[in-house]
């Protein structure tokens, strides 16, 4: 208790300019996450594009977000962490109005990749510019800010996206993420000082970004693709081939760069390889879900709910992951890591099991128990995984255990939508040439696609072995964060050191 009086005694506050700036980015950048597969629909009709082409404005933003979220960090801490800061800023302004001025599907899908490089950009430097700024108890409260201003964008995506869609059109999200993005600049700029690491080296992975790519988009493609061109087709297996290939120059790749992306070294961490695991799946499972909700709750066979509607029916699964959230670091605290991973994908299984039993006959009430089950229990896995994947390496080794953590968050949800929307597209399209009615045929849809998301999930317990006897340690600042803001998919999980 006296060490916790000399913390709060020594403490530095984060200035308001730099609160301001990396607190109002994060929760426009998460709102925005959150909100684009509640006007897939919207979009689809006033561009004439098909759902399936326009999933990839979705997982191409994640790929993006996979690739640039380590190497962002790292740029800003050799070129200054303001200066990058600024240019995601400024990125994010620009994709906005690339895709509220797009006229086609190719516009928006480009300018959501621009997205995933500035939302990955400003949420990594960002949290960096608030530890920098701040120490000890101030630390805490700013790290703190953050992450709830994380949570409450990615809760309040939905509902403002389907807000918008009828009030001013689905490109009125974007407008209005550019203007709150194009506000952060000046006050960034004249506001939040600039830091750098001296002590890093100045070489950056470029290498290691690319072959993630080139690992991730011919994978994602073959998953998106591969039920119309059929799973032994040339075009999957070349695709699955140039993934084992990238995935090989990769590693070769990181054995020998200066700075790695991946720190290979780290793998041999069996409780962090099986957090990042379990976050990866977290991740992967709950965007995989709002994407296949959104479409099943608006389609006029099903519910043909609003996009208003549609996102104020995912409030129950937003509310879970909130309010559990003050109960997940004491029981990880009691049961150990591995137990409340464990506990919490054995919760979420349960969930997605339930609505793999979704007929056209149900209605909107019995799909808010299996949600608010499922959202919790997602929650009290990622809380305990993501404390476990910075407190089971050395200090020194935080940062890039925190890197790991991160690009899983991004390449999970990646792959778990391009698989769920395979799956409930090709079910639809079967059940229909079957004879099945639109209705049978969506929920047969919904259906295959929660037990692919309850088989991720059972998976997750057995990954939860992977943790071994590792015990949550009473949690820090960051590790608070990242609890609170789990329903934002893609937060960091420890402070950047400071300079």
């Given at each position: 208790m006296?060490?916790?009086?000399?913390?709060?005694?020594?403490?530095?506050?984060?200035?308001?300019?730099?609160?301001?700036?990396?607190?109002?980015?994060?929760?426009?950048?998460?709102?925005?996450?959150?909100?684009?597969?509640?006007?897939?629909?919207a979009?689809?009709?006033?561009?004439?594009?098909?759902?399936?082409?326009?999933?990839?404005?979705?997982?191409?933003?994640?790929?993006?977000?996979?690739?640039?979220?380590?190497?962002?960090?790292?740029?800003?801490?050799?070129?200054?962490?303001?200066?990058v800061?600024?240019?995601?800023?400024?990125?994010?302004?620009?994709?906005?109005?690339?895709?509220?001025?797009?006229?086609?599907?190719?516009?928006v899908?480009?300018?959501?990749?621009?997205?995933?490089?500035?939302?990955?950009?400003?949420?990594?430097?960002?949290?960096?510019?608030?530890?920098?700024?701040?120490?000890?108890?101030?630390?805490?409260?700013?790290?703190?800010?953050?992450?709830?201003?994380?949570?409450?964008?990615?809760?309040?995506?939905?509902?403002?996206?389907?807000?918008?869609?009828?009030?001013?059109g689905?490109?009125?999200?974007?407008?209005?993420?550019?203007?709150?993005?194009?506000?952060?600049?000046?006050?960034?700029?004249?506001?939040?000082?600039?830091?750098?690491?001296?002590?890093?080296?100045?070489?950056?992975?470029?290498?290691?970004?690319?072959?993630?790519?080139?690992?991730?988009?011919?994978?994602?493609?073959?998953?998106?693709?591969?039920?119309?061109?059929?799973?032994?087709?040339?075009?999957?297996?070349?695709?699955?081939?140039?993934?084992?290939?990238?995935?090989?120059?990769?590693?070769?790749?990181?054995?020998?760069?200066?700075?790695?992306?991946?720190?290979?070294?780290?793998?041999?961490?069996?409780?962090?390889?099986?957090?990042?695991?379990?976050?990866?799946?977290?991740?992967?499972?709950?965007?995989?879900?709002?994407?296949?909700?959104?479409?099943?709750?608006?389609?006029?066979?099903?519910?043909g709910?609003?996009?208003?509607?549609?996102?104020?029916?995912?409030?129950?699964?937003?509310?879970?992951m909130?309010?559990?959230?003050?109960?997940?670091?004491?029981?990880?605290?009691?049961?150990?890591?591995?137990?409340?991973?464990?506990?919490?994908?054995?919760?979420?299984?349960?969930?997605?099991?339930?609505?793999?039993?979704?007929?056209?006959?149900?209605?909107?009430?019995?799909?808010?128990?299996?949600?608010?089950?499922?959202?919790?229990?997602?929650?009290?896995?990622?809380?305990?995984?993501?404390?476990?994947?910075?407190?089971?390496?050395?200090?020194?080794?935080?940062?890039?255990?925190?890197?790991?953590?991160?690009?899983?968050?991004?390449?999970?949800?990646?792959?778990?939508?391009?698989?769920?929307?395979?799956?409930?597209?090709?079910?639809?399209?079967?059940?229909?040439?079957?004879?099945?009615?639109?209705?049978d045929?969506?929920?047969?849809?919904?259906?295959?696609?929660?037990?692919?998301?309850a088989?991720?999930?059972?998976?997750?317990?057995?990954?939860?072995?992977?943790?071994?006897?590792?015990?949550?340690?009473?949690?820090?600042?960051?590790?608070?964060?990242?609890?609170?803001?789990?329903?934002?998919?893609?937060?960091?999980?420890a402070?950047?050191?400071?300079?």
């Amino acid at each position: 208790m006296a060490e916790l009086d000399s913390t709060k005694a020594s403490g530095r506050y984060a200035g308001r300019g730099v609160l301001v700036a990396a607190c109002v980015s994060a929760l426009v950048v998460n709102a925005n996450t959150s909100a684009v597969t509640i006007l897939l629909p919207a979009i689809s009709d006033d561009l004439g594009a098909p759902l399936s082409q326009l999933q990839w404005a979705v997982t191409g933003y994640m790929l993006v977000g996979a690739a640039t979220i380590v190497t962002s960090g790292a740029l800003g801490d050799i070129f200054g962490r303001r200066r990058v800061f600024l240019g995601g800023l400024a990125l994010f302004v620009v994709s906005s109005a690339l895709i509220a001025l797009s006229t086609g599907s190719a516009g928006v899908i480009a300018g959501r990749m621009l997205q995933g490089a500035a939302g990955s950009t400003i949420l990594a430097c960002g949290m960096s510019l608030l530890s920098v700024d701040s120490a000890g108890a101030g630390q805490m409260r700013a790290i703190t800010l953050w992450g709830a201003a994380s949570a409450a964008g990615g809760a309040a995506g939905p509902l403002v996206g389907g807000l918008l869609v009828g009030a001013t059109g689905w490109q009125g999200l974007f407008w209005i993420d550019a203007a709150i993005a194009a506000a952060c600049i000046p006050v960034a700029a004249l506001t939040v000082r600039e830091s750098r690491d001296p002590n890093r080296p100045h070489s950056i992975d470029l290498a290691g970004t690319v072959l993630i790519a080139v690992v991730l988009v011919p994978l994602v493609l073959a998953l998106s693709e591969g039920g119309g061109w059929g799973w032994t087709s040339p075009a999957t297996l070349t695709c699955f081939a140039v993934a084992v290939l990238g995935a090989a120059g990769f590693v070769a790749t990181e054995r020998r760069v200066a700075a790695p992306l991946v720190d290979l070294a780290l793998l041999h961490n069996r409780i962090l390889v099986g957090a990042t695991l379990a976050i990866l799946i977290v991740a992967g499972t709950i965007n995989a879900l709002m994407y296949v909700l959104s479409l099943y709750f608006q389609d006029p066979a099903a519910f043909g709910m609003s996009p208003l509607e549609a996102g104020l029916a995912t409030l129950p699964a937003a509310a879970a992951m909130i309010l559990i959230t003050p109960l997940i670091t004491p029981l990880a605290q009691k049961l150990g890591s591995r137990v409340a991973v464990g506990l919490g994908f054995t919760v979420a299984t349960v969930g997605f099991a339930a609505l793999a039993f979704a007929q056209s006959a149900w209605s909107y009430a019995l799909f808010v128990v299996p949600l608010i089950v499922i959202a919790a229990g997602l929650g009290l896995a990622n809380g305990p995984a993501s404390s476990a994947s910075t407190s089971a390496v050395a200090p020194a080794e935080v940062g890039q255990a925190s890197g790991i953590s991160n690009m899983a968050r991004y390449i999970g949800g990646s792959l778990a939508v391009a698989a769920a929307a395979t799956v409930y597209s090709a079910t639809i399209d079967t059940q229909q040439k079957a004879g099945a009615d639109a209705a049978d045929a969506l929920a047969a849809g919904l259906s295959r696609s929660m037990i692919v998301m309850a088989v991720l999930a059972a998976a997750g317990v057995a990954l939860a072995l992977l943790m071994a006897h590792h015990r949550t340690h009473r949690s820090a600042a960051a590790e608070r964060a990242t609890a609170s803001a789990a329903f934002a998919h893609t937060i960091p999980s420890a402070a950047a050191d400071a300079d």
